[in-house]
């Protein structure tokens, strides 16, 4: 089975992050471990702890699509999901404004 040896560069910036967030709800949502999904998917263990669940690195597309594979979703569904979480943490990370109106003593 190709599981494309070319590995990403570098820690998993925060949309990698929550990508592999989900990729964890989703084992444990399908009983998966990191044993069970190397021998589906032929990614080994210890690149899955690295990438999965230690952030060290980014899981690369080809990856991505065997993990989804093993999992029962799409890729683009998973994608969507950390999107999502990832656009929400940052709306809820910008700074608010106050409400109100002020006068021009600014109280």
Do not use: H
């Not at 471990?33 to 899955?48: K, M």
Request: a positive charge; charged letters at 25%; one cysteine or more.
């Amino acid at each position: 089975m190709e599981t494309g040896n070319r590995k990403a560069a570098g820690l998993a910036n925060a949309f990698s992050s929550r990508l592999n967030e989900e990729i964890r709800v989703w084992m444990t949502r399908r009983g998966e471990n990191l044993r069970t999904l190397e021998a589906v998917t032929g990614i080994s263990r210890s690149r899955l702890s690295r990438t999965v669940n230690r952030d060290e690195a980014p899981i690369n597309t080809n990856e991505l699509d065997l993990i989804c594979k093993a999992l029962g979703i799409s890729p683009s569904e998973i994608i969507g999901i950390a999107e999502r979480a990832v656009l929400a943490q940052q709306e809820q990370a910008k700074p608010q404004r106050p409400s109100g109106r002020y006068n021009s003593a600014g109280e």
